[in-house]
């Protein structure tokens, strides 16, 4: 039989992640050794024993195999948690296209150099007899600090270092020599950062409406299956999902289990934490990228040694090391945040599933608009599929009006502001109500449209807009179809044709100047760049600190404003035609998330949709709130042109400072593909430039994989990274897999 060796990790604390050490697993323990095991093995020359982690099987020895030491032993004492966090690393790396070492960066919490918090206490140690006696000797000696210090000692017992050492002015030496002959001692315990320190739990308490308890029910019933599904909350903007949310986390607190709570964007994080953190106190803990590192090593380490029960935040929450995790939520599951840009690019849905899958725990995701995909799967049976059709304590839903822009422009206004929503603003200002107004510009990369008549310039062969380069050209990032820029509409011969050029400054303007006196805030990219100004501006517009808020998609999602009861929708097309098969998709879930932030309180809500296509089947959908349209309309036009669901697809994607090697290297990529799978149900689109096709001097390029089962893609993932790993053409060009595109 031939030799396996395992490549084990010693210091996975520490950010040593690159250095493992190579082990041969003996022949009584391969059945057993897998990645992510736990291990004893001999350490350095004087054959120290110490304890490490699989993280990689191969026949192949790395160096001389007579140096190679034996694995000594694995450890059955329990699977620790860091053994379930390795084995998703693994399972990440497989599925989505990375180094071992890459995806357990992304999924350990390494500790980087980060100055530990302490909180020092000095108390007493020796009888008060002994005391009062060295007190006598310092009054005779005059020595007036130590006398301080042994008098307090004597009232309080028990003093804070820190306190004595500013306050009572006590010097170090002063203590250090007490604390050697045995008079006092100095305790030191480690002190945790606290992300949200302040924040008073005023605990409030709800009932569940009859149709959340139905929900609530049915989860637990699905829950006590041999093999329980991810369940999937369709649920209406306002019909209270975080309720159902809490109310599952109780029961999973009562098991003495723990739970992560995924949310979308760091921006939703302020209300969140502050509902949680009222209804469950201390145990909720917070983990997002806007922490230090010091605070998020800290938050890590209170969750492993079981000090919250409760961590909120996006993607990389995920993989909080809870040794008993229960649960996981993840709220507005059809967000694209939850997918990563960066190697791995792995889906934190997905992902959630497979961690709770291994450690035995459940996944309940919700949304008012869920992922086609994901809508799917609960139509298929694959999710448990549930709904909330109604609103919070029956409130209405906001009323709809949508405005075309193409008739606004006949009547010669040109302003970003319609007539109609124009006066509904006054309305509200005068009534002391509140307005958002929110610019969609997500995705929004230069597609050129026609004002007149709402004609796109799209792509013959890929059914997505062209996207204007400086170089006068309209490209498609798809398949590489080119053609020259246009200066008047094919369509309808109009000259006013071209992109959309506003930004939330520009509108920011436009309001001071339309509405005089009007209070404004402007949340966008721009504004937020502290770590507090989320919660800052949020907070301000919470309590009526301002009558208009402007803002970028982060202003929609999830908030809840009692008093807004206005919300216009300034460019419902920009994500419309983007390059993406989604962009209808995305579209109708960012309208319905915006038009879902009026009327949370008492007062009725309106919300207007400004477009220059109000025909669209996503555009309609929206204005009737009818998710079941939509999904019908779409998933007929997926079907159609075999994109996800009804199909899986992948991008490999190139970058290189060699335009032209990266061409020839691509071209390579596809051939090879092309070889090795010779049937008609692969489709490979490209090599073509990507979005964005030029970034700090690299060129980038994509091909998209499509096929109907997804572990046909990986499999060729898997094929193409052995063939570019021996060819040393490939050196200087980087190459990243990416699925879920």
Known sequence: ?????????????????????????????????????????????????????????????????????????????????????????????????????????????????????????????????????????????????????????????TLDYTEAVKEMKISTPVIKGLEEKGILKVIRQRCYRNPFEGMCAERKSFQLSPEQRTVTEEIFREWKQENPRPCLIKGVT???????????????????????????????????????????????????????????????????????????????????????????????????????????????????????????????????????????????????????????????????????LKEELKTGNRSIFSSSLTEKIRERLKKKEQVILFLNRRGFSGFVSCRSCGYVMKCPHCDVSLTAHRNGKLICHYCGYERPQVKVCPSCGSPYIGGFKAGTQQIEMLVHKSFPGARVLRMDADTTRRKDDHERILAAFAKGEADILIGTQMIVKGHDFPNVTLVGILAADLSLFSEDYRAAEKTFQLLLQAEGRAGRGNRPGEAVIQTYHPEHYSIQAAARQDYEAFYNAEIGYRMLMDYPPAAAMAAVRGACEDQELLEKGMEYCRRYMESIYKKEDLILIGPAPESVSRVQDLYKMVIYMRHPDREVLVKMKNALERYIAVNSGFQKIYIQFDFNV
């Open 1 to 157: 039989m031939s030799r396996l060796y395992a490549d084990i990790i010693v210091d996975i604390s520490q950010e040593k992640l690159d250095k493992t050490f190579q082990y041969e697993i003996p022949e009584n323990l391969i059945s057993q050794t897998e990645i992510g095991k736990k291990v004893r093995i001999p350490f350095g020359n004087g054959r120290r024993e110490l304890t490490g982690y699989v993280v990689g099987i191969s026949r192949e020895a790395k160096i001389d195999p007579k140096r190679i030491k034996p694995i000594t032993a694995l450890e059955e004492q329990g699977v620790e948690i860091e053994s379930h966090l390795i084995q998703l690393a693994a399972w990440i790396a497989r599925n989505y296209g990375s180094t071992m070492n890459q995806a357990l960066k992304t999924v350990l919490p390494v500790k980087e150099k980060a100055a530990e918090k302490e909180k020092r206490q000095i108390c007493l140690n020796a009888s008060e007899e002994e005391v009062r006696k060295l007190k006598e000797e310092c009054e005779r000696k005059h020595y007036t600090a130590k006398l301080r210090l042994l008098e307090a000692l004597l009232r309080e017992k």
């Open 238 to 404: 306002g019909s209270g999902k975080t309720q159902v949310y809490m109310e599952l986390i109780s029961h999973v607190l009562k098991q003495g289990q723990q739970v992560i709570v995924l949310i979308p964007e760091i921006a939703l994080t302020y209300q969140n934490v502050s509902r949680f953190y009222s209804r469950f106190g201390d145990c909720v803990s917070l983990m997002n990228s806007r922490l230090s590192q010091g605070e998020r090593f800290d938050q890590f380490e209170r969750a492993k040694k079981g000090e919250v029960s409760i961590v909120i935040g996006p993607r990389s929450a995920l993989f909080t090391p809870f040794p008993n995790l229960g649960l996981i939520l993840i709220d507005e599951e059809h967000e694209t945040s939850y997918k990563s840009e960066k190697t791995p690019c792995y889906h934190a849905r997905e992902t959630a599933i497979e961690r709770a899958r291994m450690e035995g725990a459940f996944v309940v995701m919700g949304s008012a608009s869920p992922s086609v995909e994901s809508y799917y799967k609960g139509k298929e049976g694959i999710y448990k599929l549930l709904y909330l059709n109604s609103r919070y304590e029956q409130r209405a839903l906001p009323t709809v009006t949508v405005v075309d």
